[in-house]
């Protein structure tokens, strides 16, 4: 079991570091959508961390950017609390949604005064 939850810990650090290692493990099988015990899935950990390179590949690769973690949260509105311009445009770019989750990234936006994604959000 303890093999298993290393695995898994290897996996979610790759997604919080930007390391496209995580991609060879996919291509092999491991579900892109996978999350962890916090709800939080290798998309989510990618774009709170600013890593819009590995956000744009994941989703090419199937990770649902649209995929709330167990607040309720989505990927989107976490890149817009953490302010990475770079991961909010590959989110759009691979079709989040900006009503999803709660807050959702609109009221995020809002919340965080990003009057330059407000309107663009609407």
Do not use: C, W
């Amino acid at each position: 079991m303890e093999d298993i939850q290393e695995f898994a810990t290897k996996l979610f650090d790759f997604a919080r570091n930007g390391d496209v290692t995580l991609l060879e493990y996919i291509a092999q099988g491991v579900n892109p959508n996978m999350v962890n015990q916090d709800g939080h899935s290798f998309v989510m950990l990618a774009a709170y961390n600013g890593h819009a390179e590995l956000v744009t590949k994941l989703a090419a690769a199937g990770g649902d950017v649209n995929l709330l973690n167990d607040r309720n949260q989505s990927p989107l509105a976490g890149a817009i609390f953490k302010k990475e311009d770079a991961v909010i445009e590959a989110l759009l770019a691979a079709g989040a949604d900006p009503q999803a989750g709660q807050p959702n990234a609109l009221d995020s936006a809002r919340m965080f005064g990003r009057e330059d994604l407000i309107e663009r959000l609407s």
